[in-house]
């Protein structure tokens, strides 16, 4: 099964092109996507492709797709050798990037293990590691909404969150206060079974707070998990470096 990347101007039609050439050949597209690449002047088609009832092999199939005026570079690799890109590891290409689709269970598996091995020490890697996760994400929002106030920025990223399926977030946070109450309806983690908590999702929050309000965030160690309402909530308080009780918290 051929893995194809397909890139060019994005120009009205220039997708239907690329399909019409693919349909004509008999070729059944099993997935893929298609992006925008460099402020959206381009779009990269990313496919996996059946090729047993087409009439063309991949290369001719690249070949005459290299041909169309709107396609700029086009590469095939075979996957069937090939364990990474048999579609057994999901991605997304963001341009030269691939973003690896990783299923709820292995970051619950993960924060087990880490708080298994390391005790607190673990949960706090595991949260630093969410709080990481949200860095591309908030500088993404601050482009797309250069001039939006808070309330944009907290409704923009509750919606992330939301869409991502990450859960549906819900903050309680006043100016001038040390403490943020958070609750998060089905998080990533509400069908894994034995998971009643997740360091991860909280250090995403923590730092989606941070790109929004300003200050950074720890976990109060303080969580619950209703199993009925499927609702997580926690606290996050306001991070001081020479505060002994903050560096205990995570």
Not at 6 to 19: F, N, P, Q
Not at 25 to 34: A, D, E, F, K, P
Not at 46 to 64: H, K, M
Not at 174 to 180: D, I, Q, R, S
Request: net charge negative; glycine share 8%; with cysteine.
């Amino acid at each position: 099964m051929p893995y194809l990347v397909i890139g060019g101007s994005d120009e009205i039609g220039a997708l239907a092109k690329v399909t019409s050439i693919k349909a004509k050949h008999g070729v059944n597209l099993i997935s893929g996507g298609t992006y925008d690449a460099e402020g959206g002047q381009k779009f990269i088609f990313s496919i996996f492709a059946d090729l047993a009832r087409a009439d063309c092999s991949s290369d001719e199939l690249a070949t005459e797709l290299k041909g169309l005026p709107c396609v700029t570079s086009v590469s095939v690799t075979q996957t069937e050798d090939v364990v990474y890109d048999q579609r057994l590891f999901p991605v997304i290409l963001f341009e030269e990037n691939r973003a690896v689709i990783m299923p709820g269970e292995s970051i619950a598996f993960m924060e087990r293990d880490l708080n298994k091995q390391l005790g607190v020490q673990g949960l706090q890697l595991i949260f630093e590691v969410g709080r990481s996760s949200w860095l591309s994400v908030a500088a993404l929002h601050r482009n797309m909404l250069p001039d939006a106030d808070r309330d944009t920025l907290l409704s923009t990223a509750t919606d992330d969150m939301r869409a991502r399926g990450w859960g549906i977030v819900s903050v309680q946070a006043e100016e001038g206060e040390t403490k943020v109450k958070v609750s998060v309806r089905e998080p990533i983690f509400a069908g894994i079974q034995g998971s009643q908590s997740s360091w991860w999702l909280m250090g995403l929050v923590s730092e989606f707070l941070e790109s929004i309000y300003g200050y950074r965030t720890v976990g109060s160690g303080r969580t619950k998990f209703n199993a009925v309402t499927r609702v997580f909530s926690f606290e996050l308080v306001e991070y001081h470096h020479d505060t002994r009780s903050n560096r205990e918290l995570v």
